[in-house]
């Protein structure tokens, strides 16, 4: 199944044969060079840090077009990812709300009265767990 990224990737981006779409690195595109971007590239031939940051994006734009991670993000992809979540999250709502139902119901041990009255009978059956005298 090709995923919607395939067709833009294919015409953006020339690829290296490999055994994986995934893998393979964008390599540079033969585009029509404008007279900015010759000026840009003879600038780019003197020293590096004399190019302000703008200038080193247009060169980058003008030899590979849009960069692998913006190949890679489609519109919409967001919304996908928080419905699945939320379709996740109350799949396993249901799930554990449906166990609990199915449970056996607590214990009649289990309450405040009956905490009172087992620690009632330790005192009076004088049970020191934590020194153990008796």
Do not use: C
Request: proline residues 7%; aromatic residues 6%; charged residues 25%.
């Amino acid at each position: 199944m090709m995923s919607r990224v395939a067709p833009v990737v294919r015409r953006a981006v020339q690829r290296v044969p490999s055994r994986s779409a995934a893998t393979a690195a964008p390599q540079p595109v033969a585009t029509k060079t404008s007279e900015e971007i010759v000026k840009l590239q003879d600038k780019a031939k003197g020293p590096w840090g004399q190019l302000s940051v703008d200038d080193k994006t247009k060169l980058y734009r003008a030899a590979f077009g849009k960069s692998r991670k913006e190949l890679q993000s489609v519109p919409g992809d967001g919304m996908q990812v928080l419905l699945a979540t939320t379709a996740f999250i109350g799949l396993s709502v249901v799930i554990y709300m449906g166990l609990n139902s199915l449970a056996d119901p607590v214990p009649h041990t289990v309450n405040k009265s009956w905490e009172q009255k087992s620690e009632e009978r330790k005192a009076a059956q004088k049970m020191n767990p934590s020194t153990t005298k008796f």
